[in-house]
T-cell receptor, first 109, second 116 residues
Framework: EDKVVQSPLSLVVHEGDTVTLNCSYEVTNFRSLLWYKQEKKAPTFLFMLTSSGIEKKSGRLSSILDKKELFSILNITATQTGDSAVYLC?????????FGTGTRLTIIP | DAGVIQSPRHEVTEMGQEVTLRCKPI?????LFWYRQTMMRGLELLIY????????DSGMPEDRFSAKMPNASFSTLKIQPSEPRDSAVYFC??????????????FGEGSRLTVL
């Protein structure tokens, strides 16, 4: 059975800090790894990663995948209160997307 | 683009009643997914369709749950009879698969179900 484990489960930091969120996985026939941000409602897409070692970047957010060690990290620099959300990692294998339970990030002003 | 549209947004019902959740995927997307989200278990895939055909329903909890996709622009998830443990947020998502992966999933706003 495909498995996605995220850590930490929750994280509280001050505005301006840098955070690193982790996602490790076990999946049959890996196809892609995706990061989503979920605030109050639906998850919204952040990144899709398919190749090892290639960083994807969007503003203060960046992510990288290691297919040998089976993990990905999501970095957020200079955090802002608007970054407070649950960050979900999902891995696709055998045409099925499996989600982790998420990391709840809280940014204190 | 209107995005993925789900209805109802909220439903409160009594145990034993039938519940029908509806979803309209993004036009042109040919994959549709139903997920259930709870605090304890996170997002769980219930079933997904490709070109209106159910591909994997192994996540459907039991026979009380059924899903249909009669055409490319509409899907339903039905629970009959409903039980309190079915209380959750049910998300519908759609995507346009690439050659090597499912692609980015676009989620609807979710249907929050409470079964008393």
């Amino acid at each position: 059975e495909d498995k996605v484990v995220q850590s930490p489960l929750s994280l509280v930091v001050h505005e301006g800090d840098t955070v690193t969120l982790n996602c490790s996985y076990e999946v049959t026939n890996f196809r892609s790894l995706l990061w989503y941000k979920q605030e109050k409602k639906a998850p919204t897409f952040l990144f899709m990663l398919t190749s090892s070692g290639i960083e994807k970047k969007s503003g203060r957010l960046s992510s990288i995948l290691d297919k040998k060690e089976l993990f990905s990290i999501l970095n957020i620099t200079a955090t802002q209160t608007g970054d407070s959300a649950v960050y979900l990692c999902a891995v696709e294998g055998n045409e099925k997307l499996t989600f982790g339970t998420g990391t709840r990030l809280t940014i204190i002003p | 683009d209107a995005g993925v549209i789900q209805s109802p947004r909220h439903e409160v019902t009594e145990m034993g009643q039938e519940v029908t959740l509806r979803c309209k995927p993004i036009s042109g997307h040919n994959s549709l997914f139903w997920y259930r989200q709870t605090m304890m278990r996170g997002l769980e895939l219930l079933i997904y369709f490709n070109n209106n055909v159910p591909i994997d329903d192994s996540g459907m909890p039991e026979d009380r749950f059924s899903a249909k996709m009669p055409n490319a622009s509409f899907s339903t998830l039905k629970i009959q009879p409903s039980e309190p443990r079915d209380s959750a947020v049910y998300f519908c998502a759609s995507s346009f698969p690439g050659q090597t992966n499912t692609g980015e999933l676009f989620f609807g706003e979710g249907s929050r179900l409470t079964v008393l």
